[in-house]
Every structure is written in C-alpha cells, then in structure tokens.
C-alpha cells in the first residue's frame, strides 16, 4: 500500500468543526509543526515524525495530523495508539482528509482490525475490582469495552469475601469478546 501524507489548509479553517476555537496563529503553529513532521515522514523517519505530530496536536486536533501519525505509529508496529488516532482522524468523513485520503484511512482502518480484537468486560456487583493484563480495568458495577492485541490476556477479577476469578483469555482478531464476570461467595470451611 502506497503511504501517503496529508496535508492541512488554514485557509478557510474557521468555519470547520475541527478549527472551532482554534486561532489563525495556533493553525500557523500547528502547521510548522506538522510540516516538519511531514519532512521526516516523507523520508520514512516515523520516529523522527511522531514528536513533530503530537506536538502540533498539542496546538491544534486537525484530523490530518491525526492521520499521519497514525500512519507512523502503524510503520512503527504501535497498533493500538495507532487505531486511536485514526478513529479521531476519520470521525469527520472526508472532509478533512479528502476522499482518496480518506478511502486510504479506511483501509487501514479494515487492516488493524483484522489484528486487534475488541473485549467487553462487564459486572453488576459492586466494590468488584477487575483487572486484565495487571492493569486495573475498573472498581464496582461497570462496564468497558477496549480494543486490545488479538491473542492471549489475562483477566482477574476481586472482592473482599469472595472467590477469586482468574481467567486466561484468548482474544480473536478481528472479532468481540465478551466477559460478565460474576463472583460467588467464598464458602467457609468448617
């Protein structure tokens, strides 16, 4: 697949939702940035690019800056960073990026996720505290679904008074998995 870089106008930006609240000299400073981004990414130098990007997203979230650092971080093997940004790149349509751009984002957008699975976690008890990986998800009754590396994860699930829940999880590409976790009481032995 051809990599190809957007490029930001800041010509007419003010009446776009992604320019509301953002003045002529942030867009100007923003642009700096991105166009020196730009220079390293057009000499595949991802990592040289990466820096420029976020700081010009510092300054301004324009869906192209988003777009090319999704591209990076993808070049670089970042695939979940990567989704992130490219679903803030691609929520305004077209517009943005342009069409061929846009159609671009949409097949990387396909491509990630045939690597990465999506889990929805869940409980309705309270004071539950639920872990995955060694990072806690969530305390008490809630409910999350994340994006994750397909393949092996593993899920634990706490509370005071209550058996353990520790679950090894093998995650699908490309498709949902979904956890309720339930704790039972733990029994006294007598």
């Known amino acids: 697949m051809m990599i190809a870089m957007c490029a930001i106008s800041v010509a007419h930006a003010e009446d776009k939702p992604w320019a509301v609240g953002v003045s002529k000299d942030k867009q100007k400073a923003a642009l700096a940035l991105f166009t020196k981004g730009n220079t390293f990414f057009e000499e595949a130098k991802y990592t040289e690019a990466i820096p420029q990007y976020e700081k010009a997203l510092g300054i301004w979230d324009h869906p192209s ?5 999704s591209v990076c971080l993808i070049n670089i093997r970042q695939p979940l960073v990567a989704w992130d940004h490219l679903q803030v790149a691609i929520k305004f349509g077209d517009a943005p ?3 061929r751009l846009f159609a671009e984002a949409m097949t990387y957008k396909a ?15 309270p004071d539950v505290k639920v872990e995955l990986d060694g990072r806690e ?3 008490g009754t809630n409910k999350k679904v994340m994006r994750l590396l397909a393949g092996r994860h593993q899920l634990v699930a706490t509370r005071a008074g209550y058996d353990t829940v520790t679950k090894a999880i093998d995650l699908p590409p490309g ?3 979904v956890e309720k976790i339930e704790l039972q ?6």
């Open 185 to 190: 009481v733990t029994q006294v032995k007598t």
């Open 137 to 139: 998800l969530f305390v």
């Open 97 to 99: 990026l342009g069409k």
């Open 65 to 69: 800056i988003r777009f090319n650092l």
């Open 111 to 125: 491509l990630l996720e045939e690597s990465l699975a999506e889990l929805d976690v869940s409980t309705d008890q």
């Open 175 to 177: 498709r949902t998995t």
